[in-house]
């Protein structure tokens, strides 16, 4: 009986439990919450305390003082500092279900990176359960992407996804319910993010933080230099090496996608390394099928081109890239034909 009434009182919740973004999708009602995955921690008296989670945190990043900390507590899909996380998917509950307490255990399905191990999926299991959840449930991200933009991955027929996301990109060819292969690469928006950063300091002795970096990534970002060499250009501003005193300087599109090289390449060629381990039969699907991208690293301009160069297959984005996870692990939730792909440990 009090089984029942959690369940009629509490808001059961899909979680994409992302490194750059928290997506947060309500049974009933879609996504209700699209935040960044980071908090501000305050050290008063040596005392520490949450001061701002998610888009107000985002907004201290790099411009914090010396008593308050903006953390990131995922690296590379998974936690990387488990209080913190347990502090964020708290408030992210609350925000979503109410301040009220009162019967607030909600059933939380969380998306974890194929590649992750026991002791990762633990770590986020264990994080949810101590946030208030009532039962938690996880699904592998490459199945909730997949689920997410509409595959047939109930079907006899092989279908090949890949989500770039924050920390990793994870590639699977899917099939059945499950993973025929996947195979998860640690290279992501943030190594792009990186990439950015370490080549404007290399070619141009200017350090750029991380948020300039993904603001360039996101507006000018290529994966292919434009026709012309050069594409549009861009101011940007940060600490001359030199002089050790602020300035402005201009790059284009070209030199964008000269520093993008390296972390697109990886991505690449995780997708090579997973087409030549796939059976004939699926292989045979899948050229007509083609490739779905999703994930926040599917809006970088031309990387479907460049992706469908390298493999020769047709390659397409799918409707609505960052919100696919979320929206995967919400169907996986809700509809009993995939409740199946949902795992307990």
């Not at 914090?64 to 998917?89: F, K």
Request: one cysteine or more.
């Amino acid at each position: 009986m009090f089984e029942n009434l959690f369940k009629f009182r509490s808001q059961d919740l899909a979680i994409d439990l992302g490194t750059a973004n928290t997506v947060v999708y309500a049974r009933g009602r879609g996504i209700v919450l699209n935040e960044p995955s980071v908090v501000a921690i305050e050290t008063i008296n040596g005392i520490k305390k949450v001061k701002a989670v998610g888009n107000d945190a985002k907004m201290m990043m790099g411009k914090t003082p010396d008593s308050i900390e903006a953390i990131r507590p995922l690296r590379d899909g998974v936690i990387a500092d488990i209080d913190v996380a347990e502090q964020m998917i708290k408030h992210f509950i609350q925000k979503v279900n109410g301040k009220s307490k009162l019967f607030s255990y909600p059933e939380i399905v969380i998306c974890v990176p194929s590649g992750s191990t026991s002791v990762e999926r633990r770590a986020i299991r264990d994080a949810a359960s101590n946030a208030g959840a009532r039962q938690v449930f996880l699904i592998e991200e490459p199945m909730a992407a997949a689920i997410g933009a509409d595959m047939p991955v109930t079907e006899p027929i092989g279908s090949m996804v890949v989500d770039v996301g924050g920390g990793t990109t994870e590639v699977a060819v899917l099939s059945l319910r499950g993973l025929a292969y996947t195979t998860s690469v640690r290279t992501g928006g943030d190594k792009m993010d990186e990439a950015i950063v370490s080549y404007v300091r290399r070619h141009h002795n200017l350090l750029i933080g991380e948020t300039t970096a993904e603001r360039i990534k996101k507006d000018f970002g290529v994966a292919q230099a434009p026709a012309d060499g050069v594409g549009h250009t861009i101011h940007i501003k940060g600490r001359d090496l030199v002089n050790g005193v602020p300035k402005e300087i201009s790059i284009n599109q070209g030199q964008i996608a000269e520093s993008l090289s390296e972390p697109i390449g990886t991505i690449i060629e995780g997708v090579r390394i997973a087409l030549e381990n796939t059976a004939p039969e699926l292989a045979a699907d899948i050229v007509d099928q083609g490739i779905v991208l999703t994930g926040g690293g599917a809006l970088i301009s031309g990387l479907d081109a460049a992706l469908s160069d390298e493999t020769g297959l047709p390659v397409t984005v799918a409707e609505d890239p960052l919100a696919c996870v979320a929206i995967g692990t919400g169907r996986a939730m809700e509809d009993p034909m995939f409740r199946g792909v949902l795992t307990t440990a």
